[in-house]
């Protein structure tokens, strides 16, 4: 017999990216040389207000 069907949809799972990303990696060496705060700014336009 078959059992019930779960939904799963709620479910949360913490990540973090410290931990998946190894300490020696190139991106974290790009992030530590380049201020990538220019892309909200720019990008500050298209958000919704009431968001």
Do not use: A, C, G
């Not at 779960?6 to 020696?24: A, F, G, M, Y």
């Amino acid at each position: 017999m078959l059992s019930s069907v779960q939904n799963h949809l709620h479910d949360q799972t913490k990540v973090s990216i410290d931990e998946l990303v190894p300490h020696d990696h190139f991106l974290r060496t790009i992030d530590v040389l380049i201020d990538f705060s220019f892309i909200e700014r720019m990008t500050t336009s298209y958000y919704y207000i009431d968001n």
